[in-house]
């Protein structure tokens, strides 16, 4: 299992249109891909929960990605996020 933090730049934050390329990329990899935002883990491979997590630009998130890909799960989503999302 690895994590690392990242902090979401796009002024709208995890709204739909994001949260679908996160999610797209997320279910992509065979891990576990999570995060972790406040005291609430969310799975990155669902679009419900993460629009569930009320994420706004600004915020600091945690990924928690745990299994055989993991780390190429783990640097795909942070060059995504870090790449503002399609935004």
């Known amino acids: 299992m690895i994590t690392q933090k990242v902090l979401i730049k796009n002024i709208s934050g995890l709204h739909l249109r994001p949260t679908g390329m996160l999610c797209n990329e997320a279910i992509k990899y065979k891990s576990s891909v999570k995060f972790r935002f406040g005291r609430t883990e969310t799975n990155a491979k669902s679009v ?40």
């Open 48 to 87: 419900l929960s993460v629009l569930g997590a009320c994420v706004k630009c600004g915020d600091e998130i945690e990924f928690i990605c745990d299994g055989v890909d993991e780390q190429e799960a783990m640097a795909a989503m942070v060059n995504l996020v870090n790449s503002g999302l399609g935004e």
